[in-house]
C-alpha cells in the first residue's frame, strides 16, 4: 500500500463520498491511487480549481457534512483558496488536500514550487500540515478532518508528490510515533446555570424583545419558536440563517441588514430587549442603538461572543440545548401589541413586495423574477444566490419554507458561488432540485464553466433539475447602484458594463435545456419549463438595469444621491424624483407612508 492508497482508504473510513478536485502532475499519486481505489471516494472534476473548492463549500452547506477538495501543486493549491476563504468566513467545514514539489526539490527555486504551508497559514490557520514522512499518516489526515468539523473551518494536508509513492508504514508503538483514531462524537456544550438565569432575568424584564438568528440556529427551530411566542418577540433573520426559520411564520420580519427588509429594520429600530442565536451578523448599524436595548448572545464559538453589540450576557453554548435550558425561566408575555406590531409590518412588508415586483420594467423586473418563483418553489427546494444584485431580490423576494434550503456567500460575498454551490449540493442530495440565482457578471465569471460539469454528471443524480437563472442585464448591477447611491457618481461605463450574451444558447450547446425570456408574461411559463426539464436547465432573463436593489431603509440623501448620479447631475430634475418617489410611496403604502 502506497501512502496515497492509505489517504483515500482513510477518507472512506471517514465515511467520504466525494472530493471535489481537479488534476494535475503534483497529485499524481493520489490520482493512480484513485484508479486502483475504483474511484472511491468519487472524484468529482470541476473546470477550475476555485470551482472545486466552492463545490465543496456547497456540498458541506447543504449536506451538513464535512466538504473536500484537492489541487495539484503550485497554481492548483493557490486556486483554491478563494473557495476556501469562503467556507472559513461562513464556519463551514472543509477540509483541503494539496500536493506539493518533491522533497528532494524542496528550496531550490524549482518548477511550480509554492511555500504552500506559509501561502495557507491564514486560511487553514486552525491546522495545515506538510506531511514528509508515512507515519504521520493517519495522524495528520485524522486531525484535519477532526478540526474541520468540530471547529466548522478549513483545514489542509500538504503531501509532495514522492511521498505520496512511498509504501506506506502506520506510527508505530514507539518514542516520538503518533497514532491516530477515527471518528468524532456530537457534543452540545451549554452554558452555567447562573449565567442561564442572568439571561433569563434580563429577557424577563423587557417590553419590546427583538430575536435575530443565524445559521448557528438552524438545529433549534422548535425552541426559537417557542422563546420568540413566550417573549411575544418577532424574529429577524441574518442571511446565512434565511432558511433557519420558515418566512410563512406571521413573526418573522426576513433578512436584516443591507439586504434586508423594512420590517427588520423597524423592529431593530424600536426593540428595547434583542436575543441573538447563531450569528455573527457584522453591520452594527442595523443593530439597536447601543443605549437604546439591552442584550443577550447565544453562540457555539467562544471567539465569536460578545462582538458586534455591547451584550450584557454572553452565553457560550449549542443553541437548541442553551434554548431548552433557557425556556423553563422565561415568563409568558400578556400584552401582545409589541407582537401585533411586527405581525402586521411584515405582512404589510410581503404586500409591498408583490407591488414593487408588478412595476413594469424595461424589459423585465428582475424583482418580479424571483417574486414569480416564490409561488412555484418546490417543498424540498436547494436555493443558491450568488452575490451582487441578485442576492437582494434572493433576501427580500423568496420566502422559505419548511424543507427548503439556500444559501450563498455570507461573509465573503465573493462572485461566482451560485452555479458551483448548486452542483455542490445535487452531490449532497441528487434526489432534491437545485436552483442558483445568478446575475449575468458572475455568469461569464464562473458559472458557464460549470455549466459544463453539470452537463457531465446529471444523468447521475435521481432528480436531474438544476435551474440556473441568470439576470441578464448587461451591467454590474449591485455595484453601479452602490456607486450612485454612496458616492453620488454616475455609472462608470467601461467597469460596469458587461457583454451581452446568448446564456440559453450556451446551454443547449451541451446538451442542456434552456430559454430566453424577454417579456413579463413568459417569466411564469419559463419557471414552469425549468421546474418540470429532465436535466439541467438556464433561464436567460433579460432584466432591467434600472430596477434598483436600494435598502428599503435608505434616507431621502441617498435616494437623491443616486437620482443625481442617474440624471448627470441635475438638481433640479432630481428633486422632481425624490418627490414623486415620497408620493409613490403614500401610494404604496398604508398609513400614510410612515415607512
Known amino acids: 500500500m502506497k501512502v496515497s492508497d492509505h489517504v483515500l482508504e482513510r477518507l472512506r473510513d471517514w465515511e467520504v463520498e466525494y472530493v471535489f478536485a481537479y488534476p494535475g502532475d503534483g497529485i499524481n499519486g493520489l490520482l493512480a491511487a484513485w484508479g486502483r481505489a475504483g474511484d472511491r471516494p468519487r472524484f468529482v472534476q470541476a473546470r477550475h ?46 477540509v483541503a488536500i ?12 524549482y518548477q511550480q514550487e509554492v511555500d504552500l504551508a506559509c501561502l495557507y497559514k491564514d486560511v487553514a490557520s486552525d491546522f495545515r500540515e506538510v506531511v514528509t514522512v508515512p507515519a504521520q499518516l493517519p495522524n495528520v489526515l485524522d486531525r484535519a478532518l477532526r478540526v474541520a468539523a468540530t471547529r466548522r473551518t478549513v483545514t489542509a494536508v500538504i503531501i509532495p ?30 452554558p452555567a446555570e447562573e449565567e442561564l438565569a442572568k439571561a433569563a432575568e434580563l429577557l424577563n424584564a423587557g417590553e419590546r424583545p427583538a430575536v435575530l438568528i443565524g445559521q448557528g440556529a438552524r438545529g433549534a427551530r422548535p425552541e426559537v419558536e417557542q422563546v420568540a411566542d413566550l417573549l411575544g418577540a418577532g424574529v429577524a433573520k441574518a442571511l446565512l440563517g434565511k432558511d433557519a426559520l420558515p418566512d410563512t411564520l406571521p413573526y418573522v420580519t426576513g433578512a436584516i441588514g443591507l439586504l434586508g427588509t423594512r420590517p427588520s429594520y423597524e423592529m431593530m429600530r424600536d426593540c428595547d430587549t434583542l436575543l441573538v442565536v447563531g450569528s455573527s451578523f457584522p453591520y452594527t448599524q442595523f443593530l439597536p442603538e447601543f ?22 450576557v454572553n452565553l457560550v453554548g449549542d443553541a437548541r440545548e442553551t434554548l431548552r435550558r433557557l425556556i ?37 423586473n428582475p424583482e418580479y423574477v424571483v417574486h414569480a418563483l416564490d409561488a412555484l418553489l418546490p417543498r424540498d427546494a436547494m436555493v443558491a444566490a450568488d452575490s451582487g444584485s441578485a442576492a437582494n431580490w434572493y433576501a427580500r423576494h423568496l420566502r422559505m419554507r419548511d424543507g427548503m434550503r439556500g444559501s450563498l456567500s455570507g461573509t465573503l460575498a465573493t462572485m461566482g458561488p451560485g452555479v458551483p454551490y448548486a452542483i455542490g449540493a445535487k452531490f449532497a442530495h441528487p434526489d432534491r432540485p437545485a436552483i442558483a440565482i445568478v446575475g449575468d457578471g458572475a455568469m461569464q465569471m464562473n458559472g458557464l464553466a460549470e455549466l459544463i460539469t453539470a452537463a457531465k454528471y446529471h444523468r447521475e443524480w435521481s432528480d436531474p433539475r438544476l435551474v440556473v437563472a441568470v439576470l441578464d442585464n448587461q451591467d454590474l448591477n449591485q455595484v453601479t447602484w452602490e456607486m450612485r447611491a454612496m458616492e453620488g457618481a454616475p455609472k462608470f461605463e467601461p467597469s460596469q458594463d458587461v457583454p451581452g450574451l446568448r446564456y440559453a444558447d450556451l446551454a443547449r450547446l451541451l446538451g442542456l435545456e434552456g430559454v430566453r425570456v424577454e417579456r413579463p408574461e413568459d417569466v411564469e411559463p419559463a ?13 436567460d432573463f433579460r432584466t432591467d438595469p434600472a430596477v434598483p436593489p436600494i435598502p428599503p431603509h435608505s434616507t431621502w440623501d441617498q435616494i437623491e444621491a443616486a437620482a443625481l448620479s442617474v440624471l ?9 424624483v425624490k418627490q414623486g418617489l415620497r408620493a409613490k410611496i403614500q401610494e404604496f403604502l398604508p398609513g400614510g407612508g410612515r415607512s
Open 49 to 94: 480549481e476555485e470551482m472545486s473548492a466552492f463545490e465543496a463549500v456547497g456540498y458541506a452547506k447543504f449536506s451538513g457534512r464535512t466538504g473536500v477538495c484537492a489541487a495539484t501543486s503550485g497554481p492548483g493549491a493557490i486556486h483554491l483558496l478563494n473557495g476556501l476563504y469562503d467556507a472559513k468566513l461562513d464556519h463551514v467545514p472543509v
Open 98 to 109: 494539496v500536493g506539493q514539489t518533491d522533497r528532494s526539490a524542496m528550496g531550490g527555486s
Open 161 to 190: 508528490g514522492d511521498v505520496q509513492e512511498l509504501d506506506y508504514e502506520p506510527p508505530a508503538h514507539a518514542f516520538k510515533q503518533v497514532p491516530s483514531s477515527l471518528g468524532v462524537s456530537r457534543y452540545a456544550p451549554v
Open 291 to 312: 443605549d437604546q436595548a439591552r442584550a443577550v448572545q447565544i453562540d457555539l464559538d467562544p471567539s465569536m461572543v460578545g462582538l458586534r453589540y455591547p451584550f450584557e
Open 328 to 364: 423553563p425561566l422565561l415568563e409568558p408575555r400578556k400584552d401582545g401589541a409589541w407582537r401585533k406590531t411586527i405581525e402586521d409590518n411584515a405582512a404589510r412588508w410581503w404586500e409591498v413586495m408583490e407591488r414593487r415586483a408588478e412595476v413594469s420594467a424595461d424589459p423585465v
Open 527 to 539: 419557471w414552469r419549463q425549468a421546474l418540470a426539464a429532465d436535466r439541467p436547465f438556464v433561464i
Open 568 to 576: 448627470k447631475g441635475d438638481s433640479d430634475r432630481a428633486s422632481v
